[in-house]
């Protein structure tokens, strides 16, 4: 599937124009957010979602997130309690998806849900994807702009590396300020947290006054999928001494050239993980040896991911 031409488009008003004419037209366009690139197509087009995981390789029961302009359209597509207008207006546009019941009648492609009666939807906040959104007019479903299972991008130079040829266009909004994808939370039952990501689970607990339950083995989300992020070498984590045939991808004060954040600042770390895993898959490494990542904050999202990228290849 690699005789498409993939144009990559300024992130000025002609390039968004022409982005959401080939998403009109059921194309498929990667777009910048606030987290990583994702692949966008109309979330009405069952034609133009099947070609999403035509072109990650996507299993087809890994649902995907749709993106809106803002909490209005997205009452379209979803119904919200209380809890979930709470989330919604105290964090939107952000790195936050919630899975909601799926409105009745909403229009949406059942490949988005992967047959659920949820829906996984978000605002984004950057400003690069909520031109698009508007220009658009409509819902965009839009997983990670990557084959599926492999690293996220945080950069248009990523998106084409992993699936020129197969998609579109590449609109180019820079690279991705958070780095790290969203964090998911259900709210079809009691508030549960499905993914680490974007945004620590801190804040989102003091917001609804309660702690969040967590999720079981079932994929409801995206992002559930056990090998998940995983760069072509192996990998081997919490490492304090890596082997000599190892890279050592570091974290803190370590001697390495490939360090998360020489300063231990899990903000830097999170912008920093899909990028420098690139820089270990286009060096050709085979033995990934990563430093301890504190558990806290941001740093469960990392964990999250590195553990993902650790498993077992199917």
């Known amino acids: 599937m690699s005789d498409k031409e993939t144009h990559i488009l300024s992130a000025n008003t002609a390039g968004i124009e022409h982005a959401a004419a080939i998403l009109r037209r059921g194309g498929l366009v990667a ?59 105290t ?28 829906v996984a939807i978000r605002v984004p906040a950057h400003t690069t994807a909520r031109r698009l959104l508007k220009t658009f007019d409509g819902p965009v479903a839009a997983p ?17 590396n992993g699936l020129g040829g197969r998609i579109d266009a ?71 001494d890596p082997k000599p045939d190892e890279t050592l991808l570091g974290f803190g004060s370590v001697e390495t050239e490939l360090n998360l954040s020489p300063s231990g600042d899990l903000v830097e770390a999170a912008a920093n993980l899909f990028r420098l895993l690139h820089v270990l898959n286009e060096n050709g490494t085979s033995k990934i040896a990563v430093s301890p990542i504190p558990n806290t904050g941001l740093g469960r999202a990392i964990n999250d991911r590195l553990i993902r990228a650790a498993a077992p290849r199917g």
């Open 31 to 89: 777009f910048s957010t606030e987290t990583v690139y994702g692949l966008g197509a109309d979330a009405r087009n069952d034609a133009a979602v099947a070609r999403i995981y035509a072109a990650k390789e996507r299993p087809s029961f890994n649902p995907l997130i749709v993106h809106v302009p803002d909490l209005e359209t997205a009452q379209r597509y979803a119904t919200f309690n209380d809890q979930a207008l709470r989330l919604a207006e």
């Open 170 to 240: 590449v609109l180019d909004g820079g690279t991705c300020r958070v780095g790290l994808e969203s964090t998911i939370i259900g709210m079809t039952g009691a508030p549960t947290l499905l993914r680490e990501g974007g945004i620590p689970v801190d804040p989102i607990e003091q917001c609804l006054g309660i702690e969040l339950a967590r999720a079981g083995s079932d994929i409801t989300a995206p992002g559930q999928l056990l090998s998940h992020y995983a760069p072509n070498g192996a990998v081997r984590l919490n490492v304090t």
């Open 91 to 118: 964090f939107w546009p952000a790195a936050l998806t919630l899975v909601l019941p799926l409105r009745a009648g909403s229009g949406l492609s059942k490949l988005v849900t992967a047959g659920l009666d949820s």
């Open 144 to 160: 990670s702009a990557n084959p599926s299972g492999r690293i996220s991008p945080t950069t248009a130079t990523h998106v084409v």
